[in-house]
């Protein structure tokens, strides 16, 4: 990986990944939108609109930021997308209200020097943990997710077994989550 280069962030998500996301991002991501429209049943919704886009859009997704502030970011735009659709006109809520309180509580401002420190630092501690993983096991990994060789071409090329090569991964993405598990 070229130190310099500033490339978004990627995720991989599959059922277990999403699972975690979800677990650990559900209470802040509702706490944050009934902050924003003082509706329990709407927050609930928002979130779980913010969850399913999410899933729908896994394949393509690139995260310039950390993922928690990706998902915040989303969280906000589906919140004000909810007010703007009426869903919940009945309930009083008024979207120049809203939009009000989020300028005054400033989440309408994203920061962009946090946003880069913290992806640079994100970024960072990646390339540390790819270099601090075994040399067989880097060597696969950086080969499936750098080079995007399928299991079975990696397996072709280093001469090891389709087996070897799966239990590589699975040694390296714990290596890789449990180092980067502080960024999300």
């Known amino acids: 990986m070229n130190e310099t280069s500033a490339v978004p962030f990627s995720i991989a998500i599959c059922d277990d990944s999403f699972d975690a996301i979800f677990h650990s991002h559900y209470r802040l991501l509702y706490a944050y939108a009934l902050g924003i429209v003082h509706h329990r049943e709407m927050a609930r919704d928002i979130v779980q609109e913010v969850f399913l886009k999410l899933w729908r859009n896994r394949q393509r997704i690139e995260i310039n930021t950390s993922l928690k502030a990706y998902l915040i970011r989303m969280t906000r735009n589906q919140c004000l997308d909810t007010l703007r659709e009426g869903k919940y ?16 509580m400033g989440l309408d401002e994203a920061d ?18 790819v270099e601090s993983l075994p040399e067989q096991c880097r060597k696969i990994f ?43």
Do not use: W
């Not at 009945?90 to 309180?101: A, F, G, H, K, M």
């Not at 399928?150 to 239990?167: C, F, P, Q, R």
């Open 112 to 129: 962009p020097v946090f946003d880069r420190l913290y992806s640079e630092e994100l970024q960072a501690r990646f390339r540390e943990a």
């Open 89 to 104: 006109a009945d309930r009083n809520i008024n979207i120049e209200d809203t939009l009000c309180r989020i300028e005054i």
């Open 142 to 184: 950086l080969l499936n997710r750098q080079n995007g060789l399928s299991y079975l071409e990696i397996a072709a090329a280093l001469g090891i077994s389709h087996s070897t090569v799966k239990n590589q991964m699975v040694i390296a993405m714990r290596k890789l989550h449990d180092a980067l598990k502080p960024f999300f």
